[in-house]
């Protein structure tokens, strides 16, 4: 019975109800957000969901790497034959891309 006491006489902040919960969660989720939005162009998983989520693919930039470049060059070269040739389907294509231009990111970091 003490114990129930104790922690009833005890005050307790604004900041441990559902309200203060409930901010540090909109903080948190904003936080993210920012994080991802920053992070777009330069990170390839972000720019990959992005490129899923909206439908298009990103521009085609130089990267400051010759040899990131050739490498995209001969990925993206080799998976374009593949599609003239009927080898991969139409809707294989972006996956084939995006996998092709994570490996060649992994390899050759930009501006490496």
């Known amino acids: 019975m003490g114990v129930e006491q104790d922690r009833s006489s005890q ?5 441990d ?6 901010f540090a969660l909109a ?5 993210l957000a920012l994080m991802v939005w920053l992070g777009r162009e330069d990170v390839p998983f972000v720019r990959d969901a992005i490129a899923m989520v909206t439908g298009k693919e990103p521009e085609a930039q130089t990267s400051g790497n010759p040899e990131l470049d050739a490498c995209l060059a001969n990925r993206v070269g080799d998976i374009d034959q593949l ?3 009927g080898m991969i389907k139409d ?3 972006p996956s084939f ?3 092709a231009t994570s490996y060649c990111e992994t390899q050759f970091p ?3």
Do not use: F, M, N, P
């Open 27 to 31: 903080i948190a989720v904003s936080c």
């Open 17 to 22: 109800g559902s309200g203060g919960r409930l």
């Open 11 to 15: 005050s307790t902040s604004s900041l």
């Open 97 to 99: 891309k995006r996998r």
């Open 110 to 112: 930009a501006g490496g």
């Open 83 to 85: 599609l003239a040739e």
């Open 91 to 93: 809707s294989q294509y």
